[in-house]
């Protein structure tokens, strides 16, 4: 097993990354505690800690960096008779610890600046800047960057004095390990050191293969490095959607020294070698001339092509990455790079008919394994699929495999009527085909889904034909079937409207489920349920009648 052996300090601030004031004049209790927390493990500091009770008009970064130190044992400055030489104030950390020379500083290194008046932990140096990790920075804990004029002490931590866990811990990685996944829930690899497990930019949550260097190390996500060939030593992220951003970052580095074709990209990246073939395989796979200039914004459509061809040459094989993923990692550097913060989620809105959303999942289902007549012949219905036999392949492969259903696969089932292929292999040969024609390849979601919906509402074929093979002919009584109502064909598409407005954000979600459920939400989905239900009823009917009866009740009261 791997093990990055990092300052347990450092490890400490880079777990509470991200934490920050609350808005207004409230206060963060997250921040107020960590008063009490080195209260704790220094009891003769209490009273002094006591003190700090307001994030929004006391600096924070004394506290945040004594916090770090006192959680792991360490004591942090602190003078009974003097407050100006305790922790609360920045230049008490001038003369703590023992000084380190210009040059030679660690990750976990105290920092303290006299311009801006500040104190950090060391996470590396770019250029004329110092890279530091801290709190009260842009109100918040966060990487920043210091100009190296401006250091007034660099200072390194004296061994603890105090009984917590060991100052220099391990950091495991590995199928046990929490800190690998996805930051949208696509793929990720746990096992950067299994070999079996793929090549080194697929396993290592690396697609770009790029190498560590100083700004990498420092990158949001940045796990650590392996030695993959000799000189080369590859950078190991967290998720691959850290890996994609870091890649978006070399490529904004390159075009700052003119680096912008396919040609001088690829060049530049093998450093000076013969990358002929690379640059011939990416235009052929991209369809664009080596001299083509790649625009880093305005035109993601064309960069998303360009990074897949690059990732699959780096891995030798195709991305295992959604194209959401790599998006997602090209905004994480654009906001990361603009805000100097790591960004929050991307809304679900930026990524409309998101595959496991579960009310369209139901909308989906509801929708295919009913029967609709076809607007072109009202004697012919449009078949839905028998959902038993279609998802008994999903469910068999789950069972036999232990792998969970993929949602992506299993609208793709909902969309088409037929198995996914990779079901279907799964499937002992004894297994009776409940299906019929060719399996079903993972298919565009979105695509399926619009051709489903212009034939669930306009009533006839979407372009391209139905999506569930040849209808079949049957004698029905049009006046028979609650659907050729109009308050049912109303209530039903109201539902399937609200229902999408709901998956894409526009609308709360129903009856207390979901993230954000609303009272709009509900009555958007109740309101035409309950229409379908009195119109398939016959009960619009038998309401008119009351309505009718009392009415003229009335009139006969008036005369």
Same mark, same amino acid.
């Given at each position: ?6 300052? =347990? ?176 829930? @696509? #793929? ?42 000799? @000189? ?43 990358? =002929? ?12 001339? !080596? ?17 897949? !061809?690059? #990732? ?14 790599? /998006? ?15 960004? !929050? ?13 579960? /009310? ?68 002992? !040969? ?66 399937? /409207? ?5 998956? /894409? ?55």
């Amino acid at each position: 097993m791997l093990v990055e052996t990092v300052p =347990s300090w450092l490890a400490t601030m880079r777990s509470i990354d991200g934490t920050q004031e609350a808005p207004g004049d409230a206060n963060n209790p997250t921040i107020l505690a960590w008063s009490d927390a080195i209260a704790h493990a220094f009891p003769e500091m209490a009273r002094y800690a006591s003190r700090y009770a307001d994030d929004t008009e006391q600096a924070w970064c004394g506290l945040c960096v004594a916090y770090c130190m006192a959680a792991n044992g360490i004591r942090p400055p602190y003078d009974p008779r003097d407050e100006l030489k305790s922790y609360l104030w920045v230049d008490s950390w001038v003369d703590w610890g023992t000084p380190v020379l210009a040059g030679q500083a660690r990750h976990g290194d105290v920092l303290v600046f006299s311009s801006p008046h500040h104190v950090t932990l060391y996470e590396g140096e770019e250029g004329a800047n110092y890279l530091g990790r801290g709190g009260n920075q842009g109100n918040r804990v966060k990487m920043s960057h210091y100009r190296k004029n401006g250091i007034k002490a660099i200072r390194r931590p004296p061994f603890p004095t105090a009984l917590v866990k060991d100052p220099w811990q391990e950091v495991p990685f590995g199928p046990s390990s929490p800190r690998f996944r996805s930051l949208i829930g @696509g #793929f990720y690899s746990s096992t950067p050191m299994e070999t079996s497990s793929g090549p080194v930019a697929i396993r290592m949550n690396n697609p770009g293969a790029i190498n560590s260097v100083s700004w990498v190390r420092a990158y949001p996500g940045y796990v650590s490095e392996v030695e993959t060939t000799a @000189g080369n030593k590859s950078a190991i992220f967290e998720t691959p959607e850290h890996g994609v951003a870091a890649w978006y970052r070399l490529m904004k580095r390159y075009r700052s020294r003119g680096v912008t074709s396919i040609r001088e990209i690829i060049n530049e990246y093998g450093g000076g070698q013969d990358y =002929s073939g690379y640059v011939a395989d990416v235009g052929a796979r991209t369809g664009l001339s !080596a001299d083509h200039e790649i625009a880093l914004e305005g035109d993601d459509a064309t960069l998303l092509k360009f990074a897949k !061809a690059m #990732f699959r040459h780096e891995a030798g094989r195709e991305t295992p990455l959604s194209d959401q993923q790599i /998006l997602y990692g090209f905004n994480f550097e654009r906001q990361y790079a603009r805000r100097g913060q790591v960004p !929050a989620p991307i809304a679900q809105s930026e990524f409309p008919l998101k595959a496991d959303n579960p /009310l369209l999942l139901i909308l989906l289902l509801m929708m295919r394994s009913k029967e609709k007549r076809m607007a072109d012949d009202p004697t012919t219905l449009r078949q839905g699929i028998d959902i038993e036999k279609v998802l008994l392949p999903l469910l068999l492969q789950s069972v036999l495999t232990g792998k969970q259903i993929d949602i992506t696969e299993l609208l793709t089932v909902a969309l088409t009527g037929k198995p996914s292929a990779s079901a279907a292999n799964t499937v002992p !040969a004894i297994w009776p085909e409940p299906w019929s024609g060719a399996l079903q390849q993972p298919a565009d979601i979105n695509a399926l889904l619009m051709t489903l919906l212009y034939q669930t509402l306009i009533g006839k074929p979407g372009p391209g034909g139905t999506t569930s093979g040849e209808p079949e002919k049957q004698e029905v009584a049009p006046d028979k079937n609650p659907m050729s109502r109009p308050s049912v064909q109303l209530g039903v598409f109201g539902f399937a /409207l609200s229902t999408i407005l709901q998956a /894409l954000g526009y609308l709360g979600t129903p009856f207390g489920m979901g993230q954000s459920p609303t009272e709009t939400g509900t009555f958007a989905t109740l309101v035409p349920l309950l229409i379908a239900a009195i119109g398939g009823s016959g009960g619009f009917g038998a309401l008119a009648n009351i309505a009718l009866k009392l009415l003229n009740g009335f009139k006969r009261q008036t005369k």
